[in-house]
């Protein structure tokens, strides 16, 4: 077996155990902290909706996709402090994307911001380095729009409320215009991905996170 499919089936592996851990209810559990840090951000409290409590998720999360046809992805990287240097542990990282087809896909059973975002979403920690990494399909574009393929991305820190920093983009999108590179903020730092297809259908990419760079109101430390 060559090493890359061999990578490839046991996180396909580890994925099937992930998702069969039983989910809890998450309203009474991870509770809300409020302020004003990044500014208005609707949707952003759907990081409370994460199905594991929060002091029990995970350095790495599957999203549901990740077992379908398309090209699977694989993105890593590393939270810093305000600092730039210093890995943060900890820090609660939200993630949700369209389908293969550019929507927000949907099972019918979905609640709260599950209704708008879809089922296509997933939560994962930093560990002790700060380090995370998600697995899923690759997105695509809206239907009939030249809207990049993009991945929406809200972040928590401990004792501090939460804020959605740049998208996850990827820089071989042919609708990824240089005006657009040029629109994107820059909050948490560059959310361009450049992937790399390790193997066929197989997408690697990393982006490193950097609390508080270009957010609104970020208290200084």
Not at 85 to 111: C, F, L, M, R, S
Not at 204 to 218: A, D, H, V
Request: proline share 6%.
């Amino acid at each position: 077996m060559k090493p890359f499919a061999f990578i490839t089936a046991s996180l396909l592996l580890l994925a099937s155990e992930s998702c069969s851990q039983a989910p809890v209810n998450q309203s009474s559990i991870n509770k809300r902290v409020t302020g004003n840090i990044g500014g208005p951000c609707e949707g952003c409290e759907a990081i409370y909706e994460s199905p594991v409590m929060f002091e029990k998720l995970e350095s790495m999360a599957w999203l549901p996709d990740w077992k379908d046809r398309g090209f699977k992805l694989a993105v890593n990287g590393t939270v810093f402090k305000a600092d730039g240097v210093t890995p943060a542990a900890g820090v609660i990282i939200y993630i949700y994307h369209t389908d293969q087809n550019g929507i927000y896909a949907k099972k019918g059973e979905e609640t709260g911001w599950g209704k708008r975002h879809g089922y296509l979403r997933g939560w994962m920690k930093t560990n002790e380095k700060g380090e995370y990494k998600f697995f899923t399909l690759k997105p695509a574009s809206y239907p009939n729009s030249k809207a990049p393929a993009h991945i929406h991305v809200t972040i928590k820190e401990p004792g501090r409320n939460e804020y959605y920093i740049d998208e996850y983009l990827f820089d071989d999108d042919p609708f990824l215009t240089l005006e657009e590179r040029n629109r994107q903020p820059g909050r948490g730092g560059n959310g361009i991905l450049k992937t790399v297809e390790v193997e066929k259908g197989f997408l690697k990419s990393e982006r490193n996170i950097y609390l508080g760079k270009n957010i609104p109101n970020y208290p200084k430390e």
